[in-house]
């Protein structure tokens, strides 16, 4: 029953989703189930009165933000106690105009309306669930609202190990240990207990309640405000219980028409296609395959000190194929070459591990018809490209790279798997030595072995690296020796 996945993609719902998961699966329990209803801008008021029946002009109401905001009364995003005009018109002037939270700008489109329940501060609490490695961990202070301040501190936890049930005593004597009120005791340790059930059996990775509202007269529970996580990959086990679940973006990251084209790509691939603009005047691109090397990737650029060049996050990987490619390529090279020319010049990482399965011949085909296309807008804004990769068919796909960039008059810079992963990135910011300036054999059948003599003296001129397979290669000054057999080589192999 309590079985759960230690790692998680945990990501954040809104408040209407989070009450809607939970009003529709908790068992009985002393919670009230209420009314809910969601607004956002894209709808009318007419079509919203039809769903929302249970609204009329007498129902007091409050009316909250609902876009991800931490700390919405204190920010004055929250109107209780109003009339369901005034709820209207509360919210059509929150919309109107640009808001600033911290250093973030943005607009306010999704609202929550709910039944306004008036009630004292000091009934009152706080509960949470946050997951951690080798279990959960469950705070509660009988404190709440939006001045409860350091709940860490202040809160009593209890910590519930994987594949364990909390029963009612340890959660009477270790949580509600400065609740005096023994009507309330109970109706918060029956709360609780299923309220954990509920969060277990759902993969939430965190909840939190905040104020928890505790009526001893009618012995009824109110959940006032809620802010929830769930394990994403959990959504084929439960679909069902979740309904029609969107993850959210949080509050200023609304999504450019070029990230929503990708993410359709990707919804209709059985590849993965993904991509998130970070900064649009960034200098330094990526186009990288695989969800693991684009993390290595952006990690690698942050650590050279490069965070603020840093123009997107992304990843194509899977097996897409040329057409997918090419419209992922463009879609980048497009937002690349959108803003204004660097007085530096633009990089653009083209970057990947060894892949499994993905034909990387076709994957640099599509990138390349990408290049095509762009050429005179890459030229302009002086980008260089620097690509490493290996998998299925890489030879093909780096010559044929490497030919496009002598076509389009583009400096690209190509290696294969000889080099490190993530050196082309100390490359391409000249923080590190640029292989170029002295290339290296690239035949991947043709090495050489030799006992007495380092294999350092290998050397190739750049044209004859990128014609193919090489015939034999020089070691010291005899040609024919037997001692030169062609076994392997540890040096970088460069194919530019």
């Known amino acids: 029953l309590f079985n759960r996945t230690i790692k998680m993609s945990s990501r ?35 079509s919203f009165e039809n769903v929302n029946r249970w609204i009329d002009q007498e129902t007091r109401l409050v009316v909250k933000v609902d876009q991800l905001i931490k ?3 204190k920010l004055g995003l929250i109107e209780k106690d109003v009339s369901y005009l005034s709820a209207k018109k509360w919210i059509k002037s929150k919309s109107e105009k640009e808001i600033q939270i911290g250093k973030i700008h943005g607009y306010v489109t999704n609202f929550v309306i709910e039944p306004y329940i008036p009630h004292k501060e000091e009934d009152e609490c706080y509960v949470c669930i946050y997951s951690v490695r080798s279990g959960d ?9 939006i001045d409860v301040g350091d709940v860490d501190q202040k809160s009593e936890n209890l910590f519930i190990p994987l594949e364990k049930t909390p029963n009612y005593d340890e959660i009477i004597s270790k949580l509600l240990i400065h609740l005096k009120c023994s009507v309330k005791k109970q109706l918060v340790a029956e709360f609780i207990i299923k309220l954990y059930e509920l969060y277990v059996n759902l993969h939430f990775t965190y909840l939190e309640i905040n104020p928890l509202f505790v009526n001893r007269d009618e012995k009824t ?39 929503q084209y ?13 991509l998130t603009v970070l900064n649009r005047e960034g200098r330094i691109w990526t186009m990288v395959a695989g969800g693991g090397a684009s993390v290595i990737y952006c990690d690698t650029i942050c650590d050279m000190g490069e965070a603020s060049e840093l123009a997107n996050y992304g990843e194509y990987s899977g097996a897409p194929t040329e057409v997918q490619t090419y419209e992922y390529a463009k879609t980048i090279l497009k937002l690349m ?7 530096s010049g633009k990089l653009l990482i083209i970057g990947g591990s ?49 030919e496009a960039g002598k076509t389009l008059e583009i400096p690209v810079h190509v290696y294969g798997t000889d080099t490190h992963m993530t050196a082309i990135v100390g490359m391409a910011m000249g923080k590190v030595f640029h292989c170029s300036k002295n290339p290296q054999p690239v035949a991947t059948a043709s090495f050489l072995l030799n006992t ?18 090489v015939e034999q290669l020089q070691f010291g000054s005899d040609k024919s020796s037997e001692a030169n057999r062609e076994l392997f080589s540890s040096k970088t192999r460069v194919w530019n």
Request: glycine share 6%; hydrophobic share 40%.
């Open 354 to 402: 060894i892949a499994n399965f993905t034909n990387v011949a076709d994957t640099f085909k599509g990138i390349i018809l990408a290049l095509e296309e762009y050429r005179l807008e890459l030229i302009r804004h002086k980008v260089s490209i620097y690509v490493r990769r290996g998998g299925p068919n890489f030879q093909e796909g780096l010559r044929l790279m490497k």
């Open 137 to 145: 961990v469950v705070l509660f202070y009988h404190r709440g609202g």
């Open 12 to 46: 954040a719902i809104t408040e209407f989703q989070a009450k809607t998961i939970v009003y529709n699966n908790i068992d009985r329990c002393p919670l009230k189930i209420l009314p809910i209803a969601h607004f956002d801008l894209r709808q009318r008021w007419d």
């Open 221 to 259: 529970i109110y959940m006032l405000d809620i802010a929830a996580k769930l394990d994403s990959a959990a959504d084929f086990i439960c679909r069902r219980q979740w309904g029609e679940i969107e993850f959210p973006t949080p509050f200023g990251r609304q999504l450019l028409p070029e990230e």
């Open 337 to 343: 070459t959108s803003t204004k020319v660097h007085k």
């Open 71 to 73: 700390r919405r009364g």
């Open 452 to 469: 007495s003599q380092s294999t350092a003296s290998l050397s190739m001129d750049s044209e004859q690296a990128s014609s193919g397979p």
């Open 262 to 274: 990708v993410a359709e790509l990707d919804s209709r691939s059985g590849a993965s296609l993904k």
